[in-house]
């Protein structure tokens, strides 16, 4: 079983501030997402990395992908009270598995 | 509207009554997959299908079993409940696995009594 830690578990922030969330694994992945998650709601997808050393951009929220496909990155700059919820990092296998963190829940205070 | 659907969203159900969790994506996608997910735990991944016919165990399929006959369904089925299958549940569906990443459900919340 392939493990992916996230850290950290918890995060609690003033409106305005950065804040960067981390997934590490000792496993290789195909691929890997981030995903945001309300509560009673499936995740939903922010953004899928494949290439090592992968930077992409979505607004404010910049994903980094390692470039030896272990690890990845969520930044956020600026956060806002609607960034406030349950981030999840998973990695794909392209053998069909895939394994969930166990989340990062941010609150952004006004 | 793309979409996966599971039904039902809500169900409470005894210990050994056989029951099945529906799964619908109108995305023609090839991949699909059922989680649970259980505080402190995460999302644990149960069951996935490759194509059509084709399924293999996720990381905790004990107490599950699965089918994939057409490619839009894939219905999660417990043939005997027990209390520690209470949880919530996800279906997701991706057009490639390992490439793209999934269309979730909106979840079935599970107590076994």
């Known amino acids: 079983t392939q493990l992916l830690e996230q850290s950290p578990q918890f995060l609690s922030i003033q409106e305005g501030e950065n804040l960067t969330v981390y997934c590490n694994s000792s496993?290789?992945?195909?691929?890997l997402q981030w995903y945001r998650q309300e509560p009673g709601e499936g995740p939903v997808l922010l953004v899928t990395?494949?290439?090592?050393?992968e930077v992409k951009k979505l607004k404010r929220l910049t994903f980094q992908f390692g470039d030896a496909r272990k690890d990845s990155s969520l930044h956020i700059t600026a956060a806002q009270p609607g960034d406030t919820g349950l981030y999840l990092c998973?990695?794909?296998?392209?053998?069909?598995?895939?394994?969930f963190g166990d989340g990062t829940t941010l609150t952004v205070k006004p | 509207e793309a979409q996966v659907t599971q039904n039902p969203r809500y169900l409470i159900t005894v210990t050994g009554k056989k029951l099945t969790v529906t799964c619908s994506q109108n995305?023609?996608?090839?991949?699909m997959s059922w989680y649970r997910q259980d505080p402190g735990l995460g999302l644990r991944q149960i069951y996935y299908s490759m194509n059509v016919e084709v399924t293999d165990k996720g990381d905790v399929p004990e107490g599950y079993k699965v089918s994939r006959k057409e490619k839009r369904n894939f219905p999660l089925i417990l043939e005997s409940p027990s209390p520690n299958q209470t949880s919530l549940y996800f279906c997701?569906?991706?057009?490639?696995?390992?490439?793209?990443?999934?269309?979730f459900g909106s979840g079935t919340r599970l107590t076994v009594v």
């Open positions: 990395v494949v290439t090592g050393g």
């Open positions: 997701a569906s991706s057009s490639r696995q390992g490439y793209y990443g999934y269309t």
């Open positions: 496993s290789v992945f195909s691929s």
């Open positions: 995305m023609n996608h090839e991949y």
């Open positions: 998973a990695g794909d296998t392209n053998a069909g598995k895939s394994t």
